[in-house]
C-alpha cells in the first residue's frame, strides 16, 4: 500500500498530465539533488536539532528567529473557497517575484516551477495535500501554508 506522500505525488503527477503543463515549468526536483536542497531548506528557515534537519512533523513551528512574518492571509470559504485562497497566497509573493521557485510538499516531495503552474497544480489537489512551503531559488523568502491553521504567511529575512 502506497503512503499518503507517495499518494501525493502521483496525484501531482496526474494534474501536470491532465493539465497539459509544460515540463519546463513545473517539475519535480532532480532525485540527484533534492536531498541537498531539503537540507538547505532546513538548515535555512528551521531551529532544529542538528539530528534532525530533515523530515520534521510541523516544522513551521520551529521557524528561526531572524525570519519574521510580513504577511498572512487565512482560508475563508465563502471567499472563493481552495481556489479564492491560493489566489491569496499567490498575493504574498513578493511582487517582482515570477521566476521559478521551489515547493515543497510537507511529505519532502520538491518541485521547482513558476507561480502560474505550481497554482494551477495546487488548485486540483485534494485532502492528501496538507502543509506545503514555497520557497525562492536564493533562499531569501518562505511562504508557509499550514493545512491545521488555515493559513499562509510570508516570512523575510528581518532587516539590520
Known sequence: MKTPGA??????????????IDRTRFYEYSKQRYEDILKQFYQT?????????????????????????????????????????????????????????????????VYEGYPQEIFAVLGEATGLLQDFYLVSPKFEWLVVYSDDADCATLYEKEQA
Open 7 to 20: 499518494m501525493l505525488r502521483d496525484e501531482i503527477e496526474e494534474t501536470v498530465k491532465a493539465l497539459g
Open 45 to 109: 528557515f528551521f531551529d532544529l536539532p542538528r539530528r534532525q534537519l530533515q523530515y520534521e512533523f510541523y516544522p513551521w513551528t520551529n521557524i528561526r528567529r531572524q525570519w519574521k512574518k510580513t504577511r498572512s492571509s487565512g482560508y475563508q470559504r465563502e471567499n472563493g473557497g481552495w481556489n479564492g485562497f491560493l489566489e491569496e497566497i499567490h498575493r504574498l509573493l513578493p511582487a517582482d517575484d515570477d521566476r521559478k521557485l521551489l515547493l515543497i510538499t510537507s511529505n519532502d516531495f
